[in-house]
């Protein structure tokens, strides 16, 4: 089976650094996707890891152990905005271009100021 | 590049009557995947279809179903609504090759 564990909540304050963990146990394995959800929205995409080691992109980065299982998403220098929903989600799916995307429940970040 | 679109975003409909969504890809995308969202269950991938065949299928009954037309456009049906059906229902489309997808603004549905 599948599964995607990440924290359900986490609080932080405006201008701070937060890490979002994210295990998974997935058969199959083409990548991993961290997407950005507002309330009411749709789900925006973040970044993207397939190889192991880090991806930066502005204020967020995103790390990945093939090996272990294990997945984070960095985000620095905290704003008011960042206050949403963060997703994180392994591709499996038939053939080297599946796309079936399997999301972890979410972790909700609140940032204080 | 417009984005993925879906119509209509808001509907209500009754247990027992179908519904059809439609989503259009973003220009030159071919992958066309499609998403359940609801507070209990969080996101879940219902199907996914590429080049107008269904390449992959998520664990929903057969009440769930779509297409793909030859323009990458995508329509979903669900038949005999039942009440735990209200949810918000996602489009995403990629190229297809690379993992990416992108999601569109999603339907909102609501069973009464």
């Known amino acids: 089976g599948q599964n995607i564990d990440q924290p359900t909540e986490m609080t932080a304050t405006e201008g701070a650094i937060v890490q979002i963990n994210c295990t998974y146990q997935?058969?199959?394995?083409?990548?991993l996707f961290w997407y950005q959800q507002h309330a009411g929205e749709a789900p925006t995409f973040l970044s993207y890891n397939v190889l192991d080691g880090l991806e930066e992109k502005g204020r967020f980065s995103s790390f990945l152990s093939r090996s272990k299982g294990y997945s984070y998403l960095l985000l620095k220098e905290l704003q008011m905005k960042d206050s949403a929903s963060y997703l994180c989600?392994?591709?499996?799916?038939?053939?080297?271009?599946?796309?079936?995307?399997?999301f972890g429940g979410g972790t909700r970040v609140l940032v204080k100021p | 590049k417009a984005g993925v679109t879906q119509t209509p975003r808001y509907l209500i409909k009754t247990r027992g009557q179908q519904v059809t969504l439609s989503c259009s890809p973003i220009?030159?995308?071919?992958?066309v995947s499609w998403y359940q969202q609801t507070p209990g269950q969080g996101l879940q991938f219902l199907f996914e279809?590429?080049?107008?065949?269904?390449?992959n299928k998520g664990n929903f009954p057969g009440r769930f179903s779509g297409r793909q037309f030859s323009n990458s456009r995508s329509e979903m049906n669900v038949s005999t609504l039942e009440l735990g059906d209200s949810a918000l229902y996602l489009c995403?489309?990629?190229?297809?090759?690379?993992?990416?997808?992108?999601f569109g603004p999603g339907t909102r549905l609501l069973v009464l």
């Open positions: 989600a392994v591709r499996t799916g038939t053939g080297a271009a599946g796309n079936k995307l399997t």
């Open positions: 279809y590429f080049s107008e065949t269904q390449r």
């Open positions: 995403a489309s990629g190229r297809g090759i690379e993992g990416t997808q992108y």
């Open positions: 220009s030159g995308h071919r992958s």
């Open positions: 997935t058969s199959g394995f083409n990548g």
